[in-house]
């Protein structure tokens, strides 16, 4: 390997799964070429991960860039993500041991020649996966799927990430097997629109649940999980080949909702209504009877009105999520919505957002309550703590190895949702 001595690189993400698997991937790249991942105040360069989705989360972005690159010893900064594809000379202008890398590929390279190191070897394939991740994540994430063609009102990730394009099967197949080959028993599928996966093999077009089949044919992986799901595409053909799966697909689905309310759907220009969503669990909840439910909620789009807010409300509890991620709406500047009508009041943003979310603590405890007595495999993720099939935090035996993938039985819910259960013997 061309240099011999490790040079730290600190990794920093902002933002959202898709975002912790292409820090993973750009940690293979630097683990290859010989540097050691360590901590910011150790670190000769710092990679900053940036997220766009929010006005706050850009704000975290260049806060974080200011914050690394004013350290004592000054490492080089590199600024990669969201935010850097949209505003990179702007993020170049904040120290000048900042650098702008929009392609994430070349990250590595990049570290790499600032800090004058040779780069002989440097390869696009063959990650180096660690046990079984480079930033010790236990459930390795795999992008199948890149950029998206909706233009929510909201949102401005679409022009950040691009068209949505989708990874070759028989890549996927690969990242899978190398990631097992690491140690890891679970796989999660991450995409910016993970439904809109569709690419060929073998001379056919092969969409999501084409995909998931291939995987369970061509893998023994133990578990496959999919991150968020848009409401048209949980369909027939994708609960069948979960349905089919006998459990080595997580039974948990997070159908992204936004808002129960339909008249704040359209404003959202959201591809959906609260019946088609309605439809779409339902038909989760027949052919998967123990499906856990996850979603995203935003409280206080611009123009929401009480009446609106309570119509989500209630469709949130009608749902019966396991697992919610609310967000109070936060102004997008370059998005439609951000220059809309009848911005709601920060004040009342924050009440509507307190109500919702002691709804999805209730929902949350009752959904774990309803699990007591039954049996599920679990991911041991730190000494004592594992996840299960459904995400929930489950408290087990400490002597239980990590990354282990173990039978439990479920025998009581803390007050904060988490399962205390006891291991399974033969």
Known sequence: ????????????????RVNRVELDLMASDLIQLGCAIVEPKDAAAIIVNTCAVTAEAEAKTRKAIRHAAALPHAPLVVATGCVASLFADELSSLAPNVVVETRKDMVAEVVMQELG???DGVTDEGYLL?????????????KIQDGCNNRCSYCIVWKARGAARSLDPAEVLRQIQEAQEAGAHEVVLTGIN????????????VRLPGLLRLILRKTTIERVRLSSLEPP???EALLESIAASHGRIAPFLHICLQSGCDETLHRMRRAYGAELYRSAVAAARTYLPQVAL???LIVGFPGETEEEFEESYAFCKEMNFS????????????????????????????ARAHKMRELAKKMRYENAQSLVGSTDLVIVQRPGKAVSSGLFDVMIDEDIPLDSLVPVHFESVLKDATLKASIITA
């Open 294 to 296: 996850g979603t995203d």
């Open 117 to 119: 190191c040779a780069l």
């Open 323 to 350: 697992k919610m991620h609310l967000f109070r709406y936060s102004k997008r500047p370059g998005t439609p919505a951000a220059d809309a009508p009848n911005q709601v009041p920060p004040q009342i943003m924050a």
């Open 130 to 142: 660690q046990k079984p991740t480079p930033t010790g994540r236990t459930r390795p994430g795999i």
């Open 1 to 16: 390997m061309a240099n011999k001595e490790a040079k730290g690189v600190a990794l920093l993400n902002l933002g959202c």
């Open 233 to 235: 595409d949980v369909n």
């Open 194 to 205: 993970l439904g809109s996966y569709t690419s060929r093999f073998a001379e056919k077009d």
